[in-house]
């Protein structure tokens, strides 16, 4: 590696806070409110928090109008501090909370790596690829609780690693679970069972079970219960308790973990998704020695060991069962794969810094001609893509692509300190064509806000905002107000019958069907948002 490449990984791996800090301020201040909220997350979140804001709904959260129990309100008191401590106002301040949970992710990763006694170099590298992964480096631009969930995991992962590696417990149970409390107040139990999991497959590993149960993790388990509970006594104050037991619990938890009614995927779904998302480090494993791993002398080698097994095998474990975990729930989502970008970004890292130098050539070569393949298929077939507005900045991203491509490309036998910088380097420089040209000229194909202002107008002049088997609550924070929603046409045709003013919105797929039984209706608007039609109809 150069002299001044040198010095630069030494000085970043010396102030690694401040490096990493400093690398997604750099991906996302430019973007902080420069496009509008899009389909269909985004949107709803923000009518969520505006409703906790002017109408009070501190513990259960409400989206048009209705009890939202679909999350938990943590993150969105999150979101009111940094109304409250920055000079921000909606929508800026989603996106603020959007970076600020990106970091934390980050700081999670690196914790997580110096906790289970990883080099500097080699924590500094795992970072340095998590912020040069394009799915996790989009997730930085994209408001929601994700981010944030996945870092208290991986934290709680941590404070587990050393609980049962230390002579003592002492506290290091009690911060786990209180991590794990906090991640259940943001999406749902999952934020304290993915880290008991690893923890407890580690320990049946290593033949020391019996730690798992120790009066600590009791006190951590039942310090955490109060946490939650506080919570729940919160909800029954608020809505009752057959709230909490039919919808809270019955069908928000269990049913969307048994037999879900939303997101439902086969059990393959991860095994597609995941290489995808985690692109381009998912080609680790062509140069990896997969082969040594999957001989049955090696699988001895490392039964006859596992009383002595490290921090590796606890990543891979930390891995592989979150990873079954998730495939065997009913309902699956591309975004619940977080807690395991950090495990694979320290294997990863690890492998490029100690590995073999030939298979790290290799790797590096294979990770050039992704950003080659999608720089040039970018700038070949960019005006191909299935978007029905026009793109701006589609030329000058594929040309970055093809610069960071062509630069590791270069610097492959440098070594993989050189290599890790160009690509974090490359990522924040691709990112700027992206947030400032790619992403504000999708708003009219990704956002609702367009039809949400019609349906203002026309409710301002007292038309009786309307939909019907719309994604709900889409609309209602541009638009400012909550639309009677069904997904019933008969309920509709009734209760629109005797009114002089409506604005209805309604899938362009089922007007047809719904035209002949709404007389006096006329389209008004018509717009495509993320691979739908929606259209505004009125009466009156």
Known sequence: MAPIL????????????LTMTLAVLAQTWFTIGNRALWFSDEVRYANAYQNLVQNGKWMVLSLNGQPYPDKP???????????????????QVFFIGAALSGLLFIFAAYRLSRTLRFDKAVSLGAALILLSTFFLAGLFHYSRMDLMFAALIVLGHGCLYRAFTEEKQGCWPLC???????????????????????????????????????RQMGAGLLAMLAMIGAWVAGVVLAEGPDFLLNTVLGKHVIQRATRTFHHRESVWYYFIAFPLAWLPWTLAAFAAPVGKYLSLSRWGEMWAARREAGPRAFLWIMFAATFIFLSSLSGKVLIYILPMFPPLALLTADFMLTGEEKRVTRLWALIAAVWLAAGTGLLIGGDMLPFPVPLRGLGLSACVLLMGGGGLLLLRARGSRACLLTAAMAMILWIYPVGLLVAPSLDDAMSPKRQATIIK?????????????????????????????????????????????????????????YKPQLPGFRIVDRQYIAGMVYLIAVKG
């Open 6 to 17: 040198s010095r630069t990984w030494t000085r970043l791996e010396n102030h690694p806070w």
């Open 73 to 91: 309100p943590v993150y969105f008191w999150f979101l009111w501090l940094i109304d409250k401590l920055t000079p921000a106002d909606m929508p």
């Open 176 to 214: 786990a679970f209180l991590l794990g409390g906090v991640a259940t107040l943001i999406k749902g139990p999952l934020g304290f069972l993915f880290p008991l999991l690893t923890a407890f497959i580690w320990l049946a590993w290593r033949g020391e079970l019996r730690k798992f149960f120790s």
């Open 457 to 513: 107008e026309y409710a301002d002049a007292g038309y009786e905002p309307h939909a019907i088997k719309i994604y709900s609550g889409i609309f209602a924070y541009y638009s400012g107000y909550d639309l009677i929603e069904t997904n019933h046409l008969d309920e509709l045709v009734e209760t629109v019958r005797d009114k002089e003013k409506v604005v209805l919105s309604v899938r362009e797929t089922q007007w047809p069907h």
